[in-house]
Each structure stands twice: as C-alpha cells, then as structure tokens.
C-alpha cells in the first residue's frame, strides 16, 4: 500500500494539537515528512496531508501558512487556533495594540504582531478537526480515512447531541448554569458535562451557519443573565464567527 505522507506544522498556538498527535502510535504507512516539534524534521516540502495548528498571528505564520499550502494536496485545520482563532483572537482592534504595547513594551519586537485569526482567512483549508486539543479517536479517524483514499466526515451537530445521549441532566435547563453545548461542535462526547461542568466552547462554534447565538442568547437572558456576562463567555471561542456580536445584540435592542 502506498505510503500516505504528512506534514505537521505549528503557527502561533499552545502546541497541544501536535503533542496530542504525538502521543498516537501511527500505523507504519504514515510518513512524517515534515514535524518539526518532534525531530526538525525536513524543510517544508510536498506532501498528500498538512495538518496545520494554531492561529495566523504574525506575518511570518501568513508566510509559512501560504508556504504549506502549496505544497500539500490536502490542507486540514488542526485545533480551534486553526478553525477559530483560538483565545488569542478574542483581542481586536485599540485593545489588541494596547495588549502588545502593555506586554512588549517599547522592545525591538522582530516579528510582525497581529490579532490572531483562522487560517481559513488566509489559505483555502479543505477539511476542519476541531477541538482544543482535537480527540485521540478523532485524529485517528482523519488519519486512516486519508490513508485509505477516503475522506473523513465533519461533525455539524452539537455538544448537547452527546450530552442527553449519554444521560447526562442538563445543567442550563436544572441548575441556570451558561452551557454553550447549543452552539459548539461535538465530539469531545460532552467531556465537561459528565462532570457537571458547563461547555465553554472549546471546540468552536458549529459550522454552516447553523451556531445560533441569538437563540441561546435570548434564554441565558430569560434567566437573568447580562449582555455582558453573555458576550464575555461567547467570545472566548466565538470572537471570530462571522456575526456573533451582531446576533447576540439585537437579543438585547
Ligand atoms: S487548539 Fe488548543 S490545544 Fe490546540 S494549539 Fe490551540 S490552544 Fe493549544
Ligand atoms: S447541559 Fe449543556 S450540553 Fe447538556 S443538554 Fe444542557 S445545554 Fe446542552
Ligand atoms: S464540553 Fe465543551 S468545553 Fe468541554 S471539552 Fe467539550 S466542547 Fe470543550
């Protein structure tokens, strides 16, 4: 069976995507053609699948990011610095600058700073694994359906799927507590909510359009909850998510 080869990059991110693949045995008709945390390995060069973590936030990640793209046949976006922009793109406009100044100072920063955005901004990225890191099975799922010629099957429905499918009470509805399992993509088999802790988010908003911020908005504010309180819990991992703001605002016009 013919070989299927990798790259596996980082741009500016935790580098917790990578050691979550790291940690996977790989089946022997992987190839790692290029993964520098692991071994420097190679310079960037041809490959069947790039799987690129972290968020576009310096020139030099644009660079690199185009770099990667043109020579991988397939591109998927690793991680929700990858899908979503991560936490690091949550600081936009006067307080992105106010940020840098307060944490760089007046230092002769080398590299060309700027807010942390999906790469899907930048580059065409034919397939997303969310997560933050990705899941083990997930991973694996990707890996051995390009390995096979396949192709892997995005999820499109949320976290709460998985979170009445295993039984677990819903604590948004019993305890008022800001679950945002509506609005996230599954996968993580509703992790947090097995232990009674609400879903921040983590894996990013739903795709196609179909994360409705509006609606969940509006029932966090039946129970009592502010425009404020609501926003600065959507935005961790919704800041970049085409009219989030816009969404949750006219629940309060
Ligand atoms: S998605 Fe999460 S684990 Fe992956 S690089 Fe970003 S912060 Fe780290
Ligand atoms: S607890 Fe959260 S994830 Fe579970 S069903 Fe309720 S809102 Fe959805
Ligand atoms: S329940 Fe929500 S916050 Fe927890 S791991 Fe899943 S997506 Fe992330």
């Known amino acids: 069976m013919k070989k299927l080869k990798i790259g596996v ?22 190839e790692i053609v290029y993964w520098n945390m692991l071994s420097s390995k190679g310079e960037i060069g041809k490959v069947d699948v790039a799987f690129v973590e972290g968020s576009v936030s310096t020139g030099e990640d644009e660079e690199e990011l185009k770099k990667i793209r043109e020579n991988a046949d397939i591109l998927v976006a690793m991680g929700t610095c990858a899908t979503h922009g991560g936490v690091q793109g949550v600081i936009f406009g006067e307080d992105y600058k106010k940020c840098f100044k307060e944490i760089y100072g007046d230092n002769n920063i080398e590299f060309d700073g700027r807010i942390g955005e999906p790469i899907k901004k ?22 051995a359906t390009f390995a096979l010629g396949s192709y892997p099957e995005e999820k499109d429905y949320p ?3 998985e979170c009445r499918r295993n039984g677990y009470p819903c604590i948004l509805i019993e305890k008022n507590k800001p679950c945002l399992g509506p609005l996230t993509v599954a ?34 504010k039946e129970r009592g909850m502010s425009k404020e309180f609501i926003k600065s819990k959507m ?6 998510y085409e009219n989030m703001e816009e969404l949750i605002n006219k629940v309060f016009e």
Request: charged fraction near 20%; aromatic fraction near 12%.
């Open 159 to 161: 976290v709460c799927a």
């Open 122 to 143: 930048y580059v065409k990225v034919d397939y997303n694994l969310p997560g933050c890191p990705p899941e083990e099975d997930e991973i694996l799922y990707y890996l």
């Open 187 to 220: 996968g993580c088999k509703a992790r947090c909510l097995k232990y009674g802790i609400e879903c921040t988010g983590c894996r990013g908003p739903l795709p196609h359009n179909i994360a409705w911020f509006d609606s969940l908005a509006r029932t966090f």
């Open 235 to 240: 935005e961790i991992f919704g800041k970049q």
């Open 9 to 30: 990059h980082g741009l500016t991110s935790c580098y917790g995507c990578q050691l979550k693949m790291a940690s996977l045995k790989l089946a022997e008709n992987i």
